[in-house]
């Protein structure tokens, strides 16, 4: 089967979306199908490459203007178009009857311009742009989404019809499993920090849905609950907010919280092997990359009661209001005195999210669209 993947613009810099594209484009490819990745060039945007302000503006002139040209010369070749990220779900439009599905990693952005989240209010011209995102996963000819909530949010909020919406899940876009604790250290001790005996970690970027003052406020509670063990915070992802370093700097946090932008993912796996637990009390989520990331190492996980982090997390991790750092904070307490069985636990857990499963699940999908052929029936 000749696959044509179409991924993200680079200059948007959006880490996880282009991770996902070549997890697609390896597990294809070692299935023994034939794949080409095509994504927006950066042809106008080169003038300011950057996903914000004038560089922003720019980077649509090669989106909406350069690339759907460039789409439509190559669409003989294929036999079918992933779209990987919903986000360029307004390509639809330009594929006509080639057999295609779109790939749906979470709502958030589609509810936020709704007004479903008070919290963080969306600009016209994010809502214009959301409107068109959602024009092209109705127009689509198949939407796969990454867990089961963000499937039924999906199916609420667009009136796709079900049988054009199917549940394929995300796999670890990196082969992270345990890591020996000497190999582990000797990384960490190259990060030039001291974890001490007992670190905890979060990772993630600065989007309001991370909580990332939330995880802050869990530690700052943990340290009055445990200051016997003097436990440490690493955080993996963007650079601190302003907000953070507040935090930080008004709660006597300075000298036991890390800031580490930027890591290599063996550092990572370093660093998920050996913490005492990952916080991950997100408010929102399509699903949760971090959760099985660690889980996958064997470590303990804490995240939010909600959907999906409890459909990813299983029975493997720690369930909080993530709202309430006081009680989340208790919990990781509780959680500390049965660590060996939530290790055990979670790398069990881990193993359900298979990059065989993931691109098997695919590969059935595209036959499916294959099958309704160019009749475009999905159309009518």
């Given at each position: 089967?000749?696959?044509?993947?179409?991924?993200?613009?680079?200059?948007?810099?959006?880490?996880?979306?282009?991770?996902?594209?070549?997890?697609?484009?390896?597990?294809?490819?070692?299935?023994?199908?034939?794949?080409?990745?095509?994504?927006?060039?950066?042809?106008?945007?080169?003038?300011?490459?950057?996903?914000?302000?004038?560089?922003?503006?720019?980077?649509?002139?090669?989106?909406?203007?350069?690339?759907?040209?460039?789409?439509?010369?190559?669409?003989?070749?294929?036999?079918?178009?992933?779209?990987?990220?919903?986000?360029?779900?307004?390509?639809?439009?330009?594929?006509?009857?080639?057999?295609?599905?779109?790939?749906?990693?979470?709502?958030?952005?589609?509810?936020?311009?709704?007004?479903?989240?008070?919290r963080n209010l969306t600009r016209w011209t994010g809502r214009q742009l959301q409107q068109l995102i959602v024009k092209g996963l109705v127009r689509a000819?198949?939407?796969?989404?990454?867990?089961?909530?963000?499937?039924?949010?999906?199916?609420?909020?667009?009136?796709?019809?079900?049988?054009?919406?199917?549940?394929?899940?995300?796999?670890?876009?990196?082969?992270?499993?345990?890591?020996?604790?000497?190999?582990?250290?000797?990384?960490?001790?190259?990060?030039?920090?001291?974890?001490?005996?007992?670190?905890?970690?979060?990772?993630?970027?600065?989007?309001?849905?991370?909580?990332?003052?939330?995880?802050?406020?869990?530690?700052?509670?943990?340290?009055?609950?445990?200051?016997?063990?003097?436990?440490?915070?690493?955080?993996?992802?963007?650079?601190?907010?302003?907000?953070?370093?507040?935090?930080?700097?008004?709660?006597?946090?300075?000298?036991?919280?890390?800031?580490?932008p930027g890591i290599q993912d063996e550092d990572l796996r370093a660093l998920y092997s050996t913490a005492a637990m990952l916080l991950f009390p997100s408010?929102?989520?399509?699903?949760?990359?971090?959760?099985?990331?660690?889980?996958?190492?064997g470590c303990p996980v804490l995240t939010s009661g909600r959907p999906p982090m409890d459909e990813v997390g299983g029975t493997a991790a720690v369930y909080?209001?993530?709202?309430?750092?006081?009680?989340?904070?208790?919990?990781?307490?509780?959680?500390?005195?049965?660590?060996?069985?939530?290790?055990?636990?979670?790398?069990?857990?881990?193993?359900?999210?298979?990059?065989?499963?993931?691109?098997?699940?695919?590969?059935?999908?595209?036959?499916?669209?294959?099958?309704?052929?160019?009749?475009?029936?999905?159309?009518?």
């Amino acid at each position: 089967m000749r696959v044509l993947l179409v991924s993200n613009y680079l200059n948007d810099a959006q880490e996880s979306m282009q991770r996902f594209a070549a997890l697609m484009e390896k597990g294809l490819i070692q299935a023994g199908h034939d794949v080409r990745t095509l994504r927006p060039q950066n042809i106008v945007g080169r003038l300011r490459p950057s996903g914000e302000g004038v560089g922003k503006w720019l980077g649509y002139i090669d989106k909406f203007g350069v690339f759907p040209s460039f789409l439509k010369s190559v669409l003989a070749w294929a036999n079918v178009v992933h779209i990987c990220d919903h986000s360029n779900s307004f390509y639809t439009k330009h594929l006509n009857t080639k057999p295609h599905v779109v790939s749906c990693h979470d709502l958030i952005a589609v509810r936020c311009a709704l007004g479903e989240v008070p919290r963080n209010l969306t600009r016209w011209t994010g809502r214009q742009l959301q409107q068109l995102i959602v024009k092209g996963l109705v127009r689509a000819q198949h939407v796969v989404c990454v867990s089961e909530a963000t499937r039924r949010q999906l199916l609420r909020v667009t009136q796709i019809p079900e049988q054009r919406v199917s549940r394929v899940y995300n796999s670890l876009n990196y082969p992270y499993s345990r890591m020996s604790r000497d190999e582990a250290m000797a990384r960490i001790h190259k990060l030039r920090i001291d974890l001490g005996k007992t670190f905890f970690l979060h990772v993630g970027g600065n989007q309001w849905y991370k909580n990332r003052v939330g995880v802050l406020r869990i530690f700052s509670s943990l340290r009055k609950q445990i200051p016997q063990q003097n436990p440490k915070m690493v955080m993996v992802g963007k650079p601190w907010t302003d907000d953070m370093r507040r935090f930080v700097s008004e709660n006597g946090l300075k000298d036991v919280t890390f800031e580490l932008p930027g890591i290599q993912d063996e550092d990572l796996r370093a660093l998920y092997s050996t913490a005492a637990m990952l916080l991950f009390p997100s408010l929102d989520e399509g699903f949760g990359w971090p959760i099985i990331e660690a889980q996958a190492c064997g470590c303990p996980v804490l995240t939010s009661g909600r959907p999906p982090m409890d459909e990813v997390g299983g029975t493997a991790a720690v369930y909080v209001d993530p709202e309430n750092p006081e009680a989340a904070a208790a919990a990781v307490v509780l959680a500390l005195n049965k660590a060996a069985d939530l290790r055990e636990a979670s790398l069990q857990n881990a193993a359900r999210f298979s990059s065989s499963a993931m691109i098997q699940g695919y590969l059935s999908l595209y036959e499916k669209v294959c099958s309704e052929g160019c009749l475009g029936s999905w159309l009518n």
